[in-house]
């Protein structure tokens, strides 16, 4: 393709996007092709002879359209937004256009020293203690896999990466039962063994307790279990809980036990002095994530993993094949050291253009209006007849339920509510998902996409009243 090809062509994208973005809310948020109706139309072989860009822009239309979901959609209330932004999307743009590898600072030292500068930048913003240092991964359950095996090495003196597991040595994870099903896949993959992750029980607020993690640690380390690294969430994946991470660190830090902490969608919300607090104890922390492609506007992916020691992180990673060798390794950062992966796409800059096309003010009004937009639907949930808060909102989710009169049975209530969720998902119109609360299934509804405003909440809050009224309840 010559320059003057890609230029034609790069212009009619841009349109293509515009007018995406701008008629977003004429598609259906969730996807309803059915399985296989997608693959079937894609030839079953590569084509042998080139096609144009016009053929594959039409067959993307026809053919992959009907099969997205719309992430970006105001009425996207499910699991937790995936927020891609227009600044963010310029960057995407640079970043494909460069196709920088940012695997060591030679390979792009402007790769590797805007993501010292922009992880710097989040620690100050969102009060981590200023020595810690960042470093940006995929995603959260990469970050907290590298979290296990770091914790697990420090504890071998880096002895399991060199030599593997030679002692009988049983090693604990804890988490509470509502941790992020990362927490065990780390520990799967780590070796450490699922049944060796202890979930703790919580308390009425659905976060972790104290009281029974303490117990916990007491009777491993009674029965000469090692207990390697605790797992607390501040917003968990349910129902947005905050575990108490002052009484938790107090027993990581009495124990020496790596402390780990998942804030992957709630972590951006700590821009907010208002939430701060909710952060007493990360001095004792040893390690934290958040996903600024969750609720900070960057779009998939970016996880940003920050570390109270970095040497700690380097020696369970680093790797230096001859080929890899450069004069600079001594005093520069090689983040190919600081995590999995070698190759590193050049995620700072859509960070960097998010920061400062927003800047620190805007990002808190965006997301101070969608906890109030939150704190509108949870009150109307409350003085509503038909519907119940499951449990108090936390940030920007609201757990709640149907209760059409006369319908008392747990189970009853469990079932007209999956109902009224498949209803409401396949009309199209606004897209949420469930979780179980003490056996209470509840609609989730996360208020978090940039584009979101009062006129959407309110809209979906007649959607849902509708839509409930229409179902038969005997
Ligand atoms: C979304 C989420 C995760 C997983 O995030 P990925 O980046 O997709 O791995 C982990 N923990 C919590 C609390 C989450 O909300």
Known sequence: MTTSEFKKEAYAMVDLMVEYMEHIESYNVKSQVKPKQIINQLPESMPLVGESIELIIKDFKEILMPGITHWQHPNFFA????????????????TATLGVQGMKWETSP????????????????????????????????????NAILTSREQYSSYQINRKGYTENNQYRVYCSEETHSSAEKGAKIAGIGKENVVKISTDGNLSMSPQSLKEHIKRDLDQGY??????????????????????????????????????AYAGSAFILPEYKYLLKGIDNADSFVFNPHKWLFTNFDCSAYFVKDPEALVRTFAIL????????????????????????RFRSLKLWFVIRYYGLTKLQEILRNHIELAKWMEETIDSSNSFELICPRSMNLVCFRWIPVGIESTEQLNELNNELMNALNQSGK?????????????????????????????????????TASSIKTD
């Open 79 to 94: 699991y937790f937004q995936a927020n891609s932004s227009p600044p963010s999307i310029l960057a995407e743009m640079l």
């Open 110 to 145: 402007a790769s590797t020293e805007l993501e010292e500068r922009v992880m710097q930048w989040l620690i100050q913003a969102i009060g981590l203690p200023s020595y810690w240092q960042g470093v940006i991964q995929s995603t959260a359950s990469d970050s907290t896999l």
């Open 226 to 263: 090692i207990p390697l690294c605790i797992i607390a969430t501040l917003g968990t994946t349910g129902t947005m809980a905050m575990d108490p991470l002052g009484e938790i660190s107090e027993l990581s830090q009495k124990h020496n036990i790596w402390l780990h902490i998942d804030a």
């Open 430 to 466: 606004l897209y949420l998902t469930h979780t179980k609360v003490n056996g209470s299934f509840a609609l989730r509804m996360s208020i978090g996409q940039l584009n979101v405003t009062k006129h959407h909440i309110k809209q979906a809050y007649s959607i849902i009243m509708e």
């Open 321 to 344: 094949p001859e080929y890899l060798k450069t004069d600079s390794d001594n005093h520069v950062n090689n983040h190919c050291d600081w995590g999995i992966p070698l190759g590193r």
